[in-house]
């Protein structure tokens, strides 16, 4: 071990370069104890002056605050103080750098934060070839006790916790250049909502123009103003058609990029955004996790349609139906073609009622797994979907109304 220490100091090495070098021994120190008591061990062997081929290669400024008395070479010698050549006097300026990476982060509203460093290719270069005289066994790399340590001070400095796995904002910094870069990560709102008019597209993007809003929009632009971000995206379980009313209430999670504020009241976000097209309810602050968690369950669905014949049918011909429970072969219907891909998937009809309306038309009450394209269970789709309305009753079957009317709860 004191061998070791020795040739760490055949240049001069601040006590958070040396003590690093052990980080991985003896829980309950900082990095600077670490080296300072190792320092002082290798000063009572050198001052012992038992082993003068060891202590002959060592850079002596390694101990300028050092007194020696029992070593007749060295007693009573001062040495000049020298700058860490590991780290080049870092250490040193942790307290000013923790200070410039505080008074950035104070413009924002955030709750956690995390450091990050850029450290110089000549930095690295140094470290590893400090390892490769000392070992690796023990040390723990620069960037991480940089990060630690200024994390540490900035936790003081303005109260705030870092948090290593979900933080709001990420700070880069570059110790080369100095430059500090935020990297705010985005606002996540949990919550559900209805879709109460018809020919409103769920996501703004990927629909034609002719559609003026958007659920996604309804709900995003009151909460992209509250949180003052830069952009919205609605993260939804499943989506209805354009054409279809969601009385249902719909799992989504809203995601505002960029947000400048996270405090946000929910409670009068959700009466701004609840109206005669659109109402939602729930909202809630949650974690990047929740939004794969939402897009991931796929929730049994109930829809209600209005079905519309070519030909006349008696009432007792809507027994037949009950056939279509059970598992339905469907391929990627034609008007969605174009865009995804042709797949052959098999969904569950679970359960299905229908009401006589007349003689050409009937309401179809149906509970399937999600990913069962409705219109398309009713018509047949030319042959796509099998078996179908059309096939069981034998004539040109459409769907002429779609409501989403139940949606079975995630877990979230
Ligand atoms: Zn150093």
Known sequence: MIVRIAKILEQPVCDNCLGRQFGQLLSGFSNAERGKILRSALAFAIDTNENPEVSAKIDMSNFHSYRFRFNKDIAKKTFEKKTCTICNGLFGRLDELSEKVAKKLSKQEFGTFLVGTKVSPGLLQKEEQLWEKAGIEFCEPLRAEVNREIGRRVEKILGKKADLKKPDIAVLLDLESGKISLQINSLYIFGCYQKLVRGIPQSKWGTPRKYNTSVEEIIGKPLLKAADGFDIKLHGSGREDIDALCIACRPFVLEVMKPKKRKID?????????????????????GLDVVQKVKEAKPDKTYKAVVKLEREIKKSDLAKLKQLIGAIAQKTPKRVLHRRGNLLRKREVRDLKSRWLGKKKFELTVKTQAGLYIKELISGDEGR????????????????????????????
């Open 266 to 286: 929910l409670k009068k976000a959700e009466k701004m955004i609840s109206g005669k097209k659109v109402r939602v309810k729930n909202l809630k602050i949650v």
């Open 385 to 412: 979907t099998r078996p179908s309305v059309s096939e069981v009753l034998g004539q040109k079957a459409v769907c002429e109304k779609l409501d989403v009317v139940k949606i079975e709860r995630i877990k979230i």
